[in-house]
């Protein structure tokens, strides 16, 4: 069985900045893609930002040139880098992989979620 634990949110100003963190613990063989996702209030989870397994990365075009996604293989943790925040990004975000576990085959997991408010 494979974890995901977010860790960064927080309350920030807009324009300000927060770092998120995913880290994948358990039998891990190997990771294929991570995602973040964000769930504002009363809206359907989004997308937000994805890195391969080769270190493509895609962006929802909300977020692009302000975040950015990133890994440490050697960690099994990703990250997202959010930058010049607005109100709008407030909402849970969520960190969900992919991938191969030692001796249960296929996994695909998701964290518990982590709170971000960006105040105006």
């Known amino acids: 069985q494979v974890q995901l634990v977010e860790s960064g949110g927080g309350l920030v100003q807009a324009g300000g900045s927060l770092r998120l963190s995913c880290a994948a613990s358990g039998n891990i063989f190997s990771i294929n893609d991570m995602h973040w996702y964000r769930q504002a209030p009363g809206k359907q989870r989004e997308l937000v930002a994805t890195i391969t397994l080769g270190g493509s990365t895609n962006y929802a075009d909300s977020v692009k040139g302000r975040f950015t996604i990133s890994k440490d293989k050697a960690k099994n943790t990703a990250y997202l880098q959010m930058n010049n925040l607005k109100p709008e990004d407030t909402g849970v975000y969520y960190c969900?992989?992919?991938?191969?576990?030692?001796?249960?085959?296929?996994?695909?997991?998701w964290g518990q979620g982590t709170q971000v408010t960006v105040s105006s």
């Open positions: 969900n992989a992919d991938g191969a576990a030692r001796g249960t085959g296929w996994f695909d997991s």
